[in-house]
């Protein structure tokens, strides 16, 4: 059931709406923070400036301009038809990779709303735009201390809207689980050491995605205490900075599985080998089929 205004809409296996955000990704005119990978300084996102324009200058995708890349607000809801939020349920957060728009790539190419359904998992996903279709990773307000917590904030209070049966409270009593393909890398990141959500995350999936700020990821795994799960699949794109990241966990005391488990609980800090298959399709094709069915319908009920 939906509210009267923003409704759920069939599409791509199941339903979906989209929603503006004010505590969107983008627009952002804030700094880059200094402790971002290969950076060491703080220095203004927008760089560029031509005839009152404003853009970043992107290592890989060179000059990008705020009014077509890093100004859409807009949010994609998703859930299956049989998600009830009166029952016990859990908000995914997904922070897709480099160019891609949402309906285009999330719900369409990479198929996530209809491999979220097939999970079984009583879950509704959230994802925000971030760089429309670029090749940039950039975080945008994700980077502030407390983005995280504000963001889901209002998402909660849009799925109070689309779900007035449960309204916002059912929402707010929900776990988190963080999902990161490829680029969605870093504003995962820094919304497990700084978004001000760490009592609700319960578990993080990276699919393909560590691809820098390897240390804030090990921070949060060995801050957590085992109080959450932790998953990165790989291929060979991400092979090395994974091993790095396990062989480290592993000289710090962690206890770390090698290929997925039969159930995700917290505790778990498992590294999944994929080998050679195709980056561009992994949220399709990797361990296996559909891999985002497979690992969500592992997660502990």
């Given at each position: 059931?939906?509210?009267?205004?923003?409704?759920?809409?069939?599409?791509?296996?199941?339903?979906?709406?989209?929603?503006?955000?004010?505590?969107?990704?983008?627009?952002?005119?804030?700094?880059?923070?200094?402790?971002?990978?290969?950076?060491?300084?703080?220095?203004?996102?927008?760089?560029?400036?031509?005839?009152?324009?404003l853009a970043h200058s992107s290592p890989r995708g060179g000059t990008?301009?705020?009014?077509?890349?890093?100004?859409?607000?807009?949010?994609?809801?998703?859930?299956?038809?049989?998600?009830?939020?009166?029952?016990?349920?859990?908000?995914?957060?997904?922070?897709?990779?480099?160019?891609?728009?949402?309906?285009?790539?999330?719900?369409?190419?990479?198929?996530?709303?209809?491999?979220?359904?097939?999970?079984?998992?009583?879950?509704?996903?959230?994802?925000?735009?971030?760089?429309?279709?670029?090749?940039?990773?950039?975080?945008?307000?994700?980077?502030?201390?407390?983005?995280?917590?504000?963001?889901?904030?209002?998402?909660?209070?849009?799925?109070?809207?689309?779900?007035?049966?449960?309204?916002?409270?059912?929402?707010?009593?929900?776990?988190?689980?963080?999902?990161?393909?490829?680029?969605?890398?870093?504003?995962?990141?820094?919304?497990?050491?700084?978004?001000?959500?760490?009592?609700?995350?319960r578990g993080v999936i990276l699919l393909d995605?560590?691809?820098?700020?390897?240390?804030?990821?090990?921070?949060?795994?060995?801050?957590?205490?085992?109080?959450?799960?932790?998953?990165?699949?790989?291929?060979?794109?991400?092979?090395?900075?994974?091993?790095?990241?396990?062989?480290?966990?592993?000289?710090?005391?962690?206890?770390?599985?090698?290929?997925?488990?039969?159930?995700?609980?917290?505790?778990?800090?498992?590294?999944?080998?994929?080998?050679?298959?195709?980056?561009?399709?992994?949220?399709?094709?990797?361990?296996?089929?559909?891999?985002?069915?497979?690992?969500?319908?592992?997660?502990?009920?």
């Amino acid at each position: 059931m939906t509210g009267a205004g923003m409704q759920m809409q069939a599409a791509g296996g199941g339903h979906v709406a989209y929603a503006d955000f004010k505590n969107s990704a983008f627009p952002y005119r804030g700094a880059i923070p200094a402790d971002t990978d290969n950076n060491g300084q703080s220095r203004p996102f927008l760089d560029v400036s031509v005839d009152g324009r404003l853009a970043h200058s992107s290592p890989r995708g060179g000059t990008l301009w705020e009014d077509t890349t890093y100004n859409d607000r807009r949010v994609l809801f998703a859930a299956g038809a049989d998600f009830d939020p009166n029952r016990s349920g859990v908000i995914i957060v997904y922070f897709h990779g480099n160019q891609t728009i949402l309906a285009r790539d999330v719900v369409d190419r990479q198929q996530t709303v209809r491999q979220l359904a097939q999970s079984n998992l009583n879950a509704v996903m959230v994802a925000p735009q971030l760089a429309v279709d670029a090749q940039d990773s950039s975080a945008g307000n994700f980077w502030r201390p407390g983005a995280f917590a504000q963001f889901l904030d209002e998402a909660e209070t849009k799925l109070g809207e689309l779900y007035p049966n449960a309204g916002r409270a059912a929402f707010r009593r929900m776990p988190v689980i963080v999902v990161a393909y490829s680029g969605g890398y870093m504003p995962a990141a820094y919304s497990l050491v700084q978004g001000g959500a760490g009592d609700r995350i319960r578990g993080v999936i990276l699919l393909d995605a560590l691809y820098g700020e390897s240390d804030k990821f090990a921070r949060w795994i060995e801050s957590a205490h085992g109080g959450a799960f932790f998953i990165s699949a790989f291929s060979s794109s991400s092979h090395d900075q994974n091993a790095a990241l396990r062989d480290q966990l592993q000289r710090d005391g962690v206890r770390v599985d090698n290929g997925l488990p039969d159930a995700l609980r917290a505790g778990v800090v498992a590294f999944v080998d994929s080998g050679d298959v195709k980056h561009e399709d992994f949220v399709n094709v990797a361990w296996t089929n559909d891999p985002l069915t497979d690992v969500l319908s592992r997660v502990d009920r």
